[in-house]
């Protein structure tokens, strides 16, 4: 599987390629998320929501197991407050709907530089940040409703 962000592909449809299967959602000139499955699992999808042009989730049952597959794209530093608050709060209503039986796997774009200097996240950060770490970036990891995942 493969959760892909700035699609700009409009509506909020599927199409097959090659085998693959995408689903996608969008809106005219911005933003955008799909996901897309391989020819393996696509007979495993059991529910597909386009939530909106930044968030989407689809379920599959692969044997015993249920996944969800998040495809995520956060709002942009210098955007509106209320955009951003508006996508928070559908990606927060997102995970939290889903059973704690089931297993969760998040794809996405959260717009958030990390910075150069681990700074208290050496378990995620990797060593690959660059520039200035951004509200962002704090955001994806201090926010109290995503350490309950």
């Known amino acids: 599987m493969v959760c892909v962000q700035e699609t700009r592909w ?5 199409k097959d390629a090659d085998g693959y299967k995408l689903w996608y959602s969008g809106v005219p000139r911005v933003n955008g998320v799909g996901i897309l499955v391989d020819r ?3 007979e495993s999808v059991v529910e597909v929501r386009q939530v909106n042009n ?9 044997g015993e197991c249920t996944l969800n597959v998040v495809s995520a794209y956060a ?3 210098g955007l509106d407050e209320e955009i951003k608050r508006h996508f928070w709060e559908g990606f927060d209503e997102i995970v939290r709907n889903i059973p704690p039986a089931e297993r969760l796997f998040i794809g996405g774009d959260f717009n958030g530089h ?8 050496t ?8 520039g200035e770490r951004n509200g962002g970036a704090l ?3 201090t926010s109290p ?5």
């Open 10 to 14: 409009v509506a909020s449809r599927a």
């Open 40 to 42: 393996h699992l696509r």
């Open 54 to 62: 930044r968030l989407m989730i689809i379920k599959l049952v692969v």
């Open 75 to 77: 709002p942009q530093a």
């Open 114 to 121: 990390f910075g150069l200097a681990a700074g208290g996240y």
């Open 123 to 130: 378990e995620v950060h990797g060593g690959f940040g660059f």
């Open 139 to 141: 955001r994806c990891w």
């Open 145 to 149: 409703r995503h350490l309950s995942w």
